[in-house]
């Protein structure tokens, strides 16, 4: 059956209910979405500060192929074989964009035996904060062209503009645009454009903010433009927009509980992508997972070299997260793909190509227990193409480089096809104090912290830029020299050439563009040829889905 099909026979329970009998849960701190979805109350949250924090697990991946890894499924899955070993585990998720579920990828909420329900609504609209998001962002936007409009007191440089518009969808015609056209009544001609909701600055912020309080003064430190003067920044709280904007996203900082297949808790809060944004879910979510449960899982989005470098530079530098562990997932067909095997040939044996692919895998270890300082168990998302010679070859790869390694069946079986991963994980975090390292001191320059991301991570020989980008980061270092970085690149490969696989070395990481993301608090350096609006491929996924007279949904994988 399809993941879909799956998902809509899973005998579901009332999450009121469940979160009652899971986590003592009240009813008056959920503020239900139908039957099987609720907001848990920032209130409630709050009651639990004094309460002992469980065990962080982090879930990654190799660099992402065309064939799939699972990262979310292994989330799931991990999550359901804890609860059945008797360990009180959550897991906590990032939301699904629309942009990928109608574009390449589908949906994301897991797949196979090892998925998050209500399936259907989590990829579309789920509790519409998603909506939330885009609509605070643009109306930012509209209060930027009003106030130029009505007499530009701010003295607002219309050239200089930094704040785009945004829509969750991929549609590259909306990159570039023109504003203001058909004359004086309607507002004055600029360029503008368009990036994903995902890549919004109020997305970030959304997901590093831990409170109101908080979430309302990293909005009015967003940084729109600059004065005449080209030096003067003018803010969002210049504008007095904060508070709208605040207002509009009162309950989409509210983190969501939904449930596995298994009918275990999980919250799905926040989702900005790892290739042009930082890839977490929110730190409130995963906090409060931490206050509830002995243990927490958790994903950060594709490579290990982007997803979980953010989580820890980005997430845990602000919050003070301290994770137990990683699971780094990787599938054979995804390394053979790095060796070298084209897409539809990766259901065929091939031990070759597997051994060449290797090095992906080995880059990945050796970046998570050396450069972040953190225990690794790497996890064979298994396919049932996965032939016994090349499981058995990956294993003896993996014992060679000192890893653990663990065949999981989750997509087939569920939480019981993830009991030996969970047990490798149980055993290995409850031996081991909760520690890591970050990549680079905050105290480096931003050229610094930018070049010890390329040279360490991905095997770069240095970096490169225009006059104009050296510029701005040397003059960014007095104000925001402390301020993390947020690599934009593609997440296809460790260069900044997608089609680069393997662990790729001796290349030169070019920063084409800077953007200041003051209210989230980080620097993006965005790197060769990424966009922050993708579009459709040739054949979109949303040709397939569709729905029924009984309203009744297919197509969402």
């Not at 047990?423 to 931003?446: A, G």
Request: with cysteine.
């Amino acid at each position: 059956m399809s993941d879909i099909e799956i998902a809509q026979q899973a005998t579901m329970r009332p999450i009121i209910a469940l979160a009652k009998e899971q986590y003592n849960i009240d009813p008056e701190h959920l503020e239900p979405h139908g039957h099987y979805k609720a907001k848990l109350s920032l209130e409630y949250i709050n009651s639990l500060a004094d309460k002992a924090d469980g065990k962080l697990i982090l879930v990654t991946a190799i660099s992402p192929t065309p064939a799939g890894e699972g990262k979310t499924t292994t989330t799931v899955g991990l999550g359901d074989a804890m609860n059945r070993l008797g360990k009180k585990t959550i897991m906590c998720l990032r939301e699904p964009s629309l942009g990928p579920c109608f574009g390449v990828k589908g949906g994301a909420a897991g797949g196979g035996y090892a998925q998050v329900v209500p399936m259907e609504d989590i990829n579309l609209h789920f509790t519409g904060d998603f909506h939330a998001i885009g609509v605070a962002h643009n109306l930012l936007s509209a209060l930027i062209d009003n106030h130029i409009n009505h007499g530009n007191s701010l003295d607002i440089d219309p050239r200089r503009i930094q704040w785009k518009r945004v829509v969750d969808m991929n549609d590259r015609a909306l990159r570039n645009i023109v504003v203001g056209m058909g004359g004086p009544a309607n507002g004055y001609l600029r360029e503008d454009g368009y990036d994903i909701v995902v890549a919004s600055e109020v997305m970030a912020i959304l997901c590093l903010a831990i409170n109101r309080a908080d979430l309302k003064k990293r909005l009015g430190r967003i940084i729109i433009g600059y004065k005449s003067d080209r030096i003067t920044p003018v803010y969002a709280s210049d504008l007095n927009a904060q508070g709208a904007m605040a207002a509009l996203l009162k309950d989409a900082i509210n983190p969501n509980l939904v449930q596995t297949l298994e009918n275990n808790i999980a919250i799905i809060h926040g989702g900005p992508f790892a290739n042009i944004a930082h890839g977490c879910n929110t730190v409130t979510a995963t906090q409060t997972a931490l206050k509830l449960a002995d243990y927490v899982v958790t994903e950060a989005g594709f490579g290990a070299d982007l997803g979980a470098e953010k989580f820890i530079d980005i997430k845990c530098r602000m919050s003070g997260l301290t994770p137990s562990a990683v699971v780094l997932v990787a599938t054979i067909r995804a390394l053979k793909f790095h060796g070298g095997v084209a897409k539809d040939d990766l259901n065929q044996e091939n031990l070759v190509a597997l051994e060449q692919g290797f090095v992906n895998l080995e880059r990945h270890y050796h970046n998570i227990t050396q450069h972040y300082g953190l225990p690794c168990v790497v996890c064979i998302n298994h396919f049932t193409f996965d032939s016994d010679a090349e499981i058995a070859l990956l294993q003896q790869q993996c014992v060679a480089l000192g890893a653990s390694c663990i065949v999981s069946k989750h997509w087939a079986k569920g939480g019981a096809g993830a009991e030996d991963l969970a047990q490798s994980i149980i055993d290995l975090v409850d031996t081991r104090e909760p520690s890591f390292t970050y990549v680079y001191d905050e105290n480096l320059s931003l050229w610094d912290k930018i070049e010890t991301i390329a040279t360490k991570l991905y095997g770069a020989t240095g970096i490169s830029a225009s006059a104009k980008v050296k510029a701005q980061l040397a003059e960014w270092n007095a104000d925001y020299g402390h301020f993390p970085i947020c690599m934009a690149k593609t997440q296809m490969s460790f260069s900044t050439n997608p089609n680069a696989k393997g662990a790729p070395t001796g290349h030169t990481l070019e920063i084409r563009e800077l953007k200041l993301a003051n209210g989230a608090g980080f620097i993006v350096a965005i790197a060769g040829d990424i966009m922050t609006m993708p579009g459709l491929p040739k054949v979109p996924a949303a040709e397939r889905i569709d729905i029924d007279d009984n309203g009744r949904i297919t197509g969402l994988f």
